[in-house]
């Protein structure tokens, strides 16, 4: 059974991603791949834009961890980062919290790889609706989605920095009524929350939100150099990254795996509102997705495969 469960949840992406694939298979019998035979350049340049947000992030998580008080390699953090991108394809990316396996015989506790998970979803989304403001005044049909995603960080700030979280996970410990799952769920979320709002320093949110923007912003340059692929349309910058944001935030609210479908359906539909025909729509939204969400599901395995056969090296780990 334990050797069946380590293929699981790659067999369950593998259906769902071919569930997808077989619903647009008629969409996708009306694409042409003849503009790709000439722009394969342009291809490697939006894949090179996809790494260059994976390095930015890395650097990011690594300063959490730092300002946590864990010092690691920065190989090592590399490696056990990306290969949480192994399960990106799940609701609100919450999967690649896998990465906290690597960390939990070096002295990080689940609760500090939480909370700077959870900080790092922040920082993304609002560095997502920074940059979907570049074309948000011209598309208020994703507004509510822009406002809604807005709000959830403004309650979720203030709550996080609001509430004595170490008192309330001293408090659920001690109360005997609670069931032990329960008790342990509810603790371990209070400490994961402590542990994110040690993170909610100016100089920590700045880092982190403009790395975030950097980051990201180079994915949405990837979408611009992709749209470059069909010559008779024009798609400026600031629209591809705008789209790119706005396309990426629907998804994130939509909760499905990966944005999967939600993502490629407002994509499309923004492209087509540039001027580019469905199929083309089409062609560049599916390269564009396969440079980014595929991409980094590709390298995440390949990370995790590494990481199978090297031995964990020696941390240091204190509190500051």
């Not at 340049?45 to 930015?56: G, I, K, T, W």
């Not at 999967?95 to 909370?115: H, I, N, P």
């Not at 922040?122 to 709000?151: C, E, F, K, N, Q």
């Not at 975030?212 to 798609?235: D, H, K, M, Q, R």
Request: charged share 10%; with cysteine; hydrophobic share 60%.
């Amino acid at each position: 059974m334990p050797s069946l469960s380590r293929y699981f949840f790659p067999a369950l992406v593998a259906l769902f991603a071919a569930v997808c694939l077989y619903s647009l298979r008629g969409d996708i019998a009306v694409i042409s791949l003849a503009p790709l035979a000439h722009s394969w350049n342009v291809v490697i340049l939006a894949a090179l834009c996809s790494v260059l947000n994976y390095a930015l992030r890395v650097i990011r998580w690594q300063r959490y961890l730092s300002k946590l008080g864990h010092s690691l390699p920065l190989g090592f953090t590399a490696l056990t980062y990306v290969a949480g991108f192994a399960f990106t394809v799940s609701p609100g990316k919450v999967g690649e919290m896998a990465r906290a396996r690597y960390y939990s015989s070096l002295g990080l506790s689940l609760a500090d790889t939480v909370g700077a998970f959870f900080i790092e979803r922040l920082m993304d989304v609002m560095a997502m609706m920074v940059l979907a403001s570049a074309i948000a005044a011209t598309m208020p049909r994703y507004h509510a989605a822009m406002w809604s995603a807005g709000a959830l960080v403004v309650v979720v700030l203030i709550t996080l920095a609001s509430l004595p979280w170490n008192a309330i996970a001293g408090s659920l410990a001690a109360r005997r009524q609670l069931s032990s799952p329960v008790k342990k769920f509810g603790v371990g979320a209070a400490k994961a929350l402590a542990a994110a709002r040690s993170l909610l320093s100016s100089g920590a949110l700045l880092l982190g939100f403009t790395l975030g923007l950097v980051a990201w912003g180079f994915e949405g340059v990837g979408l611009y150099a992709l749209g470059s692929i069909v010559p008779s349309t024009t798609l400026p910058v600031a629209t591809g990254v705008g789209i790119y944001a706005i396309a990426v935030l629907v998804g994130a609210v939509s909760f499905l795996p990966g944005g999967l479908g939600s993502t490629e359906a407002v994509m499309t539909a923004l492209l087509t509102l540039q001027g580019y025909a469905i199929a083309d729509a089409l062609l560049v939204t599916i390269v564009c997705r396969i440079v980014t969400l595929w991409l980094a599901v590709l390298i995440g395995w390949i990370a995790v495969l590494v990481l199978r056969h090297r031995a964990a090296p020696m941390v240091s780990s204190s509190w500051q």
